[in-house]
């Protein structure tokens, strides 16, 4: 019987105690904000935005009274984050062995820093790296409306004087300003997209001003002609588009069973897209309302007590409603009205009950989650290649929508991320949905014989996931098979081949945690795109950085820190650099198993598995 290994929500938490020991975190304290809003995803990666030991606020900014110069420490050092392997730390190294990090400075002087460069025609190596890093990373430390505040003012300014600063060519000046700008728009385009007039009045601000020079400088005629498609791009191909999507309702996994919607390929989420959505009272009967994904629980309450108005059900109309989130287990999160986008982070069996104050305790979870019925499995009539084929796509679908900066804004900002993590809360949550669909399946087979072979076939799925470099499955249906609940079924696994229980312990070795996860690094770095990293340890990285390594000092900015984490999001990219192409021909069957693995029907409590284990080989067996 395997042994000693941990679920997914426990996966990461054993590094902890190193993560101390190397001055990363001190203990972990009772968290709020944001770590209650992600409730669900904090059991992927149990530490996030952890507060720091004395209870203050997480340790991300630190602003000391002092006027002591700052000392950074080295990058080859404290700054670089023992989560990467040998392998990438040589690539890594070999990338920009001649760039120098800009010193600690203000943010707008590190704009203007960035625009010297630029406007010094240095567009080599470091150029880009230093423009790619600015890009990546400046929401963590000089805002958007600033930045394009900062770029519209150098655009109109004849130069700057001051010791160190080379006196700029006219041209240059409004070159590098353009330049600058062209690349920010390219970086956030679907994000400014969304954000609508916000947004829009930047290009067309800058398009006005450029409009205005060009009859000094004639040299500008290429990039006002750009910066005038940049215009349009940003209006009004995203007003048309934005009438097509709002005729269509757009289906989160797991909110409703339609076979059509859940066949179409994943696109990227907007916090306009609207969705369906079912929210209970404590009755459990449920009204069903039509809610913009970014949308306010205020308003989403609103909403509710609109369809409460009318119902049979409910002759009073509730004074003071609030929005809870009840697991199957019966965990209760209450929302504030001003928290957004709460769609995307519940958790697998997570849902949204609408109940007055005096309510709250008596909040149950559905019948459905806490009561399971024996029974075989879809599973015994599907083939393991079609089944991990369909994993495979759908992860990389999943992965695919998510944008570099949605890693950025999920850890240095929570809640306050001017632009929402929705898809990257999407692909945690499919990856606690998997693990949790393992243990399901095998717990609810009745038969000793029959739960050997699911055994045999989530085995060979995992080394088909593996097979098509998707870490994500993989390590989720190994962690999945790993839960206390399916590893304790001796009789089970004594009828497993022995073939199939030294591959399996293969896995384990690949997903042992020890050493910062060795193994798995190892096995990344052997790998190239496409590939499918398993994104809990990509957020664990970016928050070791992150908490590890001070980002102000006072007004100054560690921009070395920034370099940092622009690396670790540039391997996102790099892992997507090839889109990823299935050779593999469809079975007649294909469209029954695509729908079964987009629509897992998991059970999340663990102590309901616990008990489901225990009736199909009691303890004294």
Not at 98 to 111: F, G, I, R, V, Y
Not at 360 to 377: K, N, Q, T, V
Request: hydrophobic share 40%.
């Amino acid at each position: 019987m395997p042994a000693g290994m941990k679920p997914l929500e426990k996966f990461l938490k054993k590094q902890t105690n190193a993560l101390t020991r190397a001055g990363g975190f001190g203990e972990k304290a009772a968290g709020t904000g944001a770590s209650r809003r992600r409730a669900s995803l904090s059991r992927v990666v149990p530490f996030f935005r952890e507060t720091s030991p004395e209870g203050g606020p997480a340790r991300d900014v630190f602003s000391p009274e002092t006027e002591e110069a700052p000392c950074w420490p080295s990058a080859a050092a404290d700054i670089r984050s023992p989560s990467l392997s040998s392998d990438e730390q040589s690539s890594e190294a070999s990338l920009d062995t001649s760039w120098t990090p800009l010193a600690a400075d203000t943010p707008e002087n590190l704009a203007l820093a960035l625009l010297d460069s630029v406007a010094g025609k240095r567009y080599g190596n470091c150029t880009e790296i230093l423009l790619d890093d600015f890009m990546l990373t400046h929401p963590i430390f000089l805002a958007s409306d600033k930045f394009q505040q900062v770029l519209l003012q150098q655009f109109g300014t004849e130069g700057r004087q001051g010791e160190g600063w080379p006196s700029w060519d006219g041209v240059e000046r409004k070159q590098a300003v353009l330049s600058v700008a062209f690349r920010y728009l390219d970086t956030y385009r679907e994000l400014l997209q969304e954000e609508g007039d916000r947004s829009n009045s930047f290009p067309k601000d800058l398009y006005l001003c450029a409009v205005q020079e060009l009859s000094r400088f004639p040299e500008l005629v290429e990039d006002v002609l750009k910066l005038q498609r940049w215009t349009e791009i940003l209006h009004n191909p995203a007003e048309e588009d934005k009438e097509s999507r709002k005729k269509q309702v757009r289906p989160l996994f797991r909110h409703f069973r339609r076979i059509d919607a859940c066949l179409q390929p994943r696109e990227a989420f907007r916090g306009s897209d609207e969705i369906f959505c079912r929210v209970y009272t404590p009755d459990h009967s449920y009204v069903t309302i039509r809610s913009r994904l970014s949308c306010r629980v205020g308003e989403i309450l609103a909403l509710v007590r609109e369809k409460l108005q009318y119902s049979e059900d409910q002759p009073t109309q509730p004074a003071n409603l609030i929005l809870v989130a009840v697991t199957s287990s019966g965990e209760k999160a209450v929302f504030r009205p001003s928290d957004e986008a709460v769609f995307t982070t519940l958790g697998v069996n997570t849902h949204l009950f609408a109940c007055e104050p005096s309510e709250l305790e008596a909040l149950m979870p559905l019948p459905e989650e806490i009561h399971w019925s024996p029974g075989d499995s879809k599973l015994h009539d599907m083939s393991a290649e079609e089944v991990a084929n369909q994993l495979v796509v759908f992860d990389w679908e999943l992965f695919s929508c998510v944008h570099e900066v949605e890693f950025v804004c999920y850890v240095f900002h929570g809640e306050q991320a001017r632009w929402r993590p929705l898809n990257l809360e999407l692909v945690l949550q499919r990856c606690s949905e998997v693990q949790h669909w393992i243990a399901t399946e095998i717990l609810q087979c009745q038969s000793l014989p029959k739960r050997v072979q699911l055994l045999r076939k989530f085995i060979k799925i995992a080394a088909l996931c593996k097979q098509q470099q998707d870490l994500l499955s993989f390590l989720a249906v190994v962690l999945g098979l790993d839960n206390p609940a399916v590893s304790r079924l001796r009789l089970t696994w004594e009828g497993l081949p022995g073939k199939f229980r030294k591959q399996f312990q293969q896995f384990e070795s690949i997903a042992d945690p020890s050493r910062n996860h060795k193994s798995y690094r190892d096995l990344l770095a052997s790998l190239r795109a496409p590939l499918i990293p398993f994104t809990p340890l990509l957020l664990k990285d970016l928050t070791f950085l992150h908490e590890s390594c001070k980002t102000f000092h006072g007004e100054l900015v560690n921009f070395e820190k920034m370099h940092k984490v622009a690396e670790m999001v540039r391997s996102i990219r790099r892992y997507r650099s090839t889109q990823l192409v299935m050779e593999a021909e469809p079975s007649p069957s294909h469209l029954q198993t695509k729908a079964y693995v987009r629509q897992l029907q998991v059970i999340d409590n663990q102590n309901l598995l616990f008990e489901m284990s225990c009736k199909l080989e009691p303890k004294d067996m």
